[in-house]
């Protein structure tokens, strides 16, 4: 079991990560979903031991990273955001040496090699020097050499970032069939469709710190039945907080850039009658959206900020 | 280890896949000398202009004969155009900027060298010139080291001579003959009253000196003038001209035992400048294209802090110094490679040989000293543009001191006081000393042990840095 306890990250006096704790069983994927800038990767430095945290503990299977960091990044694969792979070597020979780092050797290695090329369908192209690669493809190469020792823990940093939707389900299959065999994931993600896809617990991160986290369903029981709308339109300042201001069941988000956020309570229809009152009272709307219960709407509700924010 | 080894293997692998770097750095000293040589060895067009010279001879003696007739020789008659002149017609010259300056021999000259004691050239400089003068300086300072390399070398038949000499006016003194007079009319008594059997050992003496020394003494005496400046190892030849060097050594020594046996002149084949030249300045320049190759080899670990690689290297099971020393060893090993390649190419080109072992260990030496300095300065400068800017200086100045670029002698003494503290000095002396004086390890000891001391000094101490730096994610 992977577990974190009150970790926390400065950079120059900023709190990049702010008392995290986290616990992730065996075969569970956890999504630390948040938008750039919320402390993922940070979280994920500290976890994989290239940042050492300023305060707080990081064990694995009762491990402690501090007590003795080579034995602990032995049991870990780290796929990072950015495909950190030597475009003039071939995909094989990036994983020999990502191999040969971990302790792997001849057959052994070699095995491994075929396996995780297999895995995420390289193959083919096993022989070819990785600057030929399409970035999906480097993608599945990255990922492959995350696996290629087979970690106990296995820490994705936006493994899908800028690749085509083809390429993306082929990392989420390969990273559902990983868990599956009891590795321990932790997935970060600003795309909503896929932490409610791939994982089984998310943690909804923000200004370093982790705001909300459970299941799909828990996280949705927080926002409750209420529905978030988005109203956009040139409002004058204090004018949106006059127009709800008799209505209990309607909290404000956010207001800003011709932009007002409302979240209204568990009632059904209840954002219509608010909107017809809000146009009654004269506030002038020019557009209108309204979301159902979800994760986007939970992170308006909790950050007052859309995810792509 | 085995990860160090493992890094090693993979950045030789990427080094062969993108050679470019390791290649251009291999042929640089090589295109590089070539220009050099080619604008300063020339024969033809490149000729040195030739610089008149006045010799006033006021000692008229047989040493004063001999250096003026050695300036008239065929290799120096093609820089220095000699004139015979008294004091006041080479003082009148001067004046009138005819010439580039006077050497006077002042009389007793060839008595005082005769009797081995101090004797003493005077020169006479031209100030309205500005380069000639020095040539004639340079000539009057050549004389001299001939001749008291020449007196030391002969003191033991010159002993004998005298003992003759006296031996024979001891005779005539007897006998009621002529004694005394200068060193001239002592060769003719000597001949007067010498027998057989001591001119004989006398030859022998001499013969036996000039044989014994003639190697060391005859090239250097021919070669200086041509490319080296005096104290500064001198290139050896290829294998037909330094037989005919030492044909013409044998017979000198053979017939009359005179230092002026090898004509330069004829043994000058039409590239022989370009040559030597070339021979001079190269290890110079491969000792500043492996610094610079090294320099771009551990700027590479930035290379890799840019692509991702090293924090992905730093997030597995090894130690973060070994990882800095894997990335130093494969510097060390590109480089020696590519020191081994420029040797190999080298012997192709020019026939020079050199102990390989020794080779190997101070070409291996000098790229730790390299990669540790650079590892250094990165460390230091705790950021790849500062190491970058901060390496290109040291770099440069320590080529500029280290005599990559402009030999030694051609540079203030105080800079020459400067040299020994850069690391192209030693690797200049030590590859120059391989190759060209058939030296071994222990004729570079003094050069191996300072590119250990700051290859392990400056390679942990640079680590160190190194790595807080990367830890720290400066």
Same mark, same amino acid.
């Given at each position: 079991?992977?577990?974190?306890?009150?970790?926390?990250?400065?950079?120059?006096?900023?709190?990049?990560?702010?008392?995290?704790?986290?616990?992730?069983?065996?075969?569970?994927?956890?999504?630390?979903?948040?938008?750039?800038?919320?402390?993922?990767?940070?979280?994920?430095?500290?976890?994989?031991?290239?940042?050492?945290?300023?305060? /707080? &503990? *990081?064990?694995?299977?009762?491990?402690?990273?501090?007590?003795?960091?080579?034995?602990?990044? =032995? %049991? +870990? #694969? @780290?796929?990072?955001?950015?495909?950190?792979?030597?475009?003039?070597?071939?995909?094989?020979?990036?994983?020999?040496?990502?191999?040969?780092?971990?302790?792997?050797?001849?057959?052994?290695?070699?095995?491994?090699?075929?396996?995780?090329?297999?895995?995420?369908?390289?193959?083919?192209?096993?022989?070819?020097?990785?600057?030929?690669?399409?970035?999906?493809?480097?993608?599945?190469?990255?990922?492959?050499?995350?696996?290629?020792?087979?970690?106990?823990?296995?820490?994705?940093?936006?493994?899908?970032?800028?690749?085509?939707?083809?390429?993306?389900?082929?990392?989420?299959?390969?990273?559902?069939?990983?868990?599956?065999? /009891? &590795? *321990?994931?932790?997935?970060?993600?600003?795309?909503?469709?896929?932490?409610?896809?791939?994982? =089984? %617990? +998310? #943690? @909804?991160?923000?200004?370093?710190?982790?705001?909300?986290?459970?299941?799909?369903?828990?996280?949705?029981?927080?926002?409750?039945?209420?529905?978030?709308?988005?109203?956009?339109?040139?409002?004058?300042?204090?004018?949106?907080?006059?127009?709800?201001?008799?209505?209990?069941?309607?909290?404000?988000?956010?207001?800003?850039?011709?932009?007002?956020?409302?979240?209204?309570?568990?009632?059904?229809?209840?954002?219509?009658?608010?909107?017809?009152?809000?146009?009654?009272?004269?506030?002038?709307?020019?557009?209108?959206?309204?979301?159902?219960?979800?994760?986007?709407?939970?992170?308006?509700?909790?950050?007052?900020?859309?995810?792509?924010? | 280890?085995?990860?160090?080894?493992?890094?090693?293997?993979?950045?030789?692998?990427?080094?062969?896949?993108?050679?470019?770097?390791?290649?251009?750095?291999?042929?640089?000293?090589?295109?590089?000398?070539?220009?050099?040589?080619?604008?300063?060895?020339?024969?033809?067009?490149?000729?040195?202009?030739?610089?008149?010279?006045?010799?006033?001879?006021?000692?008229?003696?047989?040493?004063?004969?001999?250096?003026?007739?050695?300036?008239?020789?065929?290799?120096?008659?093609?820089?220095?155009?000699?004139?015979?002149?008294?004091?006041?017609?080479?003082?009148?010259?001067?004046?009138?900027?005819?010439?580039?300056?006077?050497?006077?021999?002042?009389?007793?000259?060839?008595?005082?060298?005769?009797?081995?004691?101090?004797?003493?050239?005077?020169?006479?400089?031209?100030?309205?010139?500005?380069?000639?003068?020095?040539?004639?300086?340079?000539?009057?300072?050549?004389?001299?080291?001939?001749?008291?390399?020449?007196?030391?070398?002969?003191?033991?038949?010159?002993?004998?001579?005298?003992?003759?000499?006296?031996?024979?006016?001891?005779?005539?003194?007897?006998?009621?003959?002529?004694?005394?007079?200068?060193?001239?009319?002592?060769?003719?008594?000597?001949?007067?009253?010498?027998?057989?059997?001591?001119?004989?050992?006398?030859?022998?003496?001499?013969?036996?000196?000039?044989?014994?020394?003639?190697?060391?003494?005859?090239?250097?005496?021919?070669?200086?003038?041509?490319?080296?400046?005096?104290?500064?190892?001198?290139?050896?030849?290829?294998?037909?001209?330094?037989?005919?060097?030492?044909?013409?050594?044998?017979?000198?020594?053979?017939?009359?035992?005179?230092?002026?046996?090898?004509?330069?002149?004829?043994?000058?084949?039409?590239?022989?400048?370009?040559?030597?030249?070339?021979?001079?300045?190269?290890?110079?320049?491969?000792?500043?294209?492996?610094?610079?190759?090294?320099?771009?080899?551990?700027?590479?670990?930035?290379?890799?802090?840019?692509?991702?690689?090293?924090?992905?290297?730093?997030?597995?099971?090894?130690?973060?110094?070994?990882?800095?020393?894997?990335?130093?060893?494969?510097?060390?090993?590109?480089?020696?490679?590519?020191?081994?390649?420029?040797?190999?190419?080298?012997?192709?080109?020019?026939?020079?040989?050199?102990?390989?072992?020794?080779?190997?260990?101070?070409?291996?030496?000098?790229?730790?000293?390299?990669?540790?300095?650079?590892?250094?300065?990165?460390?230091?400068?705790?950021?790849?543009?500062?190491?970058?800017?901060?390496?290109?200086?040291?770099?440069?100045?320590?080529?500029?001191?280290?005599?990559?670029?402009?030999?030694?002698?051609?540079?203030?003494?105080?800079?020459?006081?400067?040299?020994?503290?850069?690391?192209?000095?030693?690797?200049?002396?030590?590859?120059?000393?391989?190759?060209?004086?058939?030296?071994?390890?222990?004729?570079?000891?003094?050069?191996?042990?300072?590119?250990?001391?700051?290859?392990?000094?400056?390679?942990?101490?640079?680590?160190?840095?190194?790595?807080?730096?990367?830890?720290?994610?400066?």
């Amino acid at each position: 079991m992977l577990s974190v306890q009150n970790l926390s990250r400065f950079f120059s006096g900023l709190k990049a990560v702010d008392r995290i704790s986290l616990h992730v069983e065996p075969g569970e994927i956890y999504g630390l979903l948040g938008p750039n800038g919320a402390g993922k990767t940070t979280t994920i430095s500290c976890v994989s031991g290239l940042l050492a945290p300023d305060e /707080g &503990t *990081i064990e694995l299977d009762g491990l402690a990273l501090a007590a003795d960091p080579i034995a602990f990044k =032995q %049991r +870990i #694969g @780290i796929v990072p955001q950015e495909n950190a792979l030597y475009g003039d070597l071939t995909a094989r020979e990036n994983l020999s040496f990502w191999g040969g780092l971990a302790g792997l050797r001849g057959a052994r290695l070699r095995e491994r090699i075929a396996a995780v090329l297999r895995e995420v369908g390289l193959e083919e192209r096993a022989r070819e020097p990785v600057r030929k690669f399409s970035g999906g493809m480097k993608r599945r190469l990255n990922l492959a050499i995350g696996m290629i020792h087979e970690p106990r823990l296995l820490l994705l940093d936006e493994p899908t970032a800028g690749i085509d939707p083809q390429a993306r389900v082929r990392i989420l299959d390969t990273v559902r069939g990983v868990a599956r065999a /009891g &590795t *321990i994931i932790v997935y970060t993600t600003h795309y909503l469709e896929e932490a409610q896809d791939l994982c =089984q %617990r +998310i #943690g @909804i991160m923000d200004h370093g710190r982790i705001l909300a986290e459970g299941t799909l369903e828990e996280l949705k029981r927080i926002v409750g039945e209420g529905e978030i709308l988005t109203l956009r339109g040139r409002f004058e300042p204090g004018e949106v907080e006059q127009a709800i201001a008799g209505d209990a069941g309607v909290r404000l988000v956010a207001v800003e850039s011709g932009q007002a956020l409302l979240a209204t309570g568990g009632e059904r229809g209840e954002a219509a009658a608010l909107l017809a009152r809000l146009l009654k009272a004269g506030l002038p709307v020019a557009d209108i959206s309204i979301q159902p219960p979800n994760l986007q709407s939970l992170f308006l509700k909790l950050t007052g900020r859309e995810l792509r924010d | 280890m085995r990860r160090v080894l493992t890094i090693l293997q993979k950045d030789l692998l990427r080094r062969w896949r993108s050679p470019l770097a390791p290649v251009v750095f291999l042929l640089f000293p090589f295109v590089f000398s070539g220009l050099i040589a080619l604008a300063f060895g020339s024969d033809d067009d490149g000729r040195m202009p030739r610089f008149a010279l006045a010799v006033v001879d006021e000692d008229g003696g047989i040493v004063a004969r001999l250096v003026r007739g050695a300036l008239g020789q065929d290799q120096a008659a093609e820089y220095l155009e000699v004139r015979d002149a008294t004091l006041p017609e080479a003082m009148r010259a001067i004046e009138h900027n005819r010439i580039a300056g006077a050497i006077v021999i002042p009389a007793g000259f060839t008595q005082a060298i005769w009797n081995g004691e101090r004797a003493e050239l005077r020169v006479i400089r031209n100030p309205a010139q500005a380069i000639g003068p020095l040539a004639v300086e340079e000539t009057a300072e050549f004389l001299a080291l001939l001749l008291s390399g020449a007196r030391g070398l002969l003191a033991e038949p010159l002993a004998r001579i005298r003992e003759s000499i006296a031996e024979g006016d001891g005779a005539a003194a007897r006998g009621g003959g002529a004694k005394g007079g200068d060193a001239h009319g002592e060769v003719k008594r000597l001949r007067d009253w010498a027998d057989d059997a001591q001119v004989a050992e006398i030859s022998i003496l001499v013969n036996r000196a000039m044989a014994g020394a003639g190697r060391f003494l005859l090239p250097p005496a021919i070669r200086i003038e041509k490319a080296a400046a005096p104290g500064v190892p001198i290139p050896r030849q290829s294998a037909g001209d330094a037989a005919d060097a030492a044909g013409q050594a044998g017979a000198g020594a053979d017939t009359t035992g005179s230092t002026t046996g090898g004509s330069p002149a004829n043994e000058k084949p039409a590239s022989s400048t370009f040559r030597t030249v070339f021979q001079f300045v190269l290890p110079g320049m491969a000792a500043f294209a492996l610094f610079i190759l090294a320099v771009g080899l551990t700027a590479d670990i930035f290379a890799e802090r840019r692509a991702g690689t090293l924090a992905r290297q730093m997030a597995a099971p090894l130690r973060d110094v070994e990882l800095i020393f894997g990335k130093m060893l494969a510097t060390v090993t590109v480089g020696a490679i590519v020191a081994a390649l420029m040797a190999l190419i080298g012997a192709l080109l020019l026939g020079a040989r050199a102990d390989p072992a020794a080779f190997v260990l101070l070409a291996l030496t000098f790229l730790l000293a390299v990669t540790g300095f650079v590892t250094l300065l990165y460390g230091f400068a705790r950021n790849e543009q500062r190491g970058a800017t901060l390496a290109s200086i040291v770099l440069m100045v320590m080529a500029f001191l280290g005599g990559s670029f402009i030999p030694l002698d051609s540079l203030p003494g105080f800079v020459r006081g400067l040299a020994p503290f850069t690391l192209n000095y030693w690797a200049i002396e030590g590859f120059q000393t391989l190759l060209f004086t058939d030296g071994g390890i222990g004729s570079v000891t003094t050069a191996l042990l300072v590119f250990l001391a700051v290859g392990l000094g400056s390679g942990f101490g640079g680590a160190a840095l190194l790595r807080r730096q990367l830890v720290r994610g400066e």
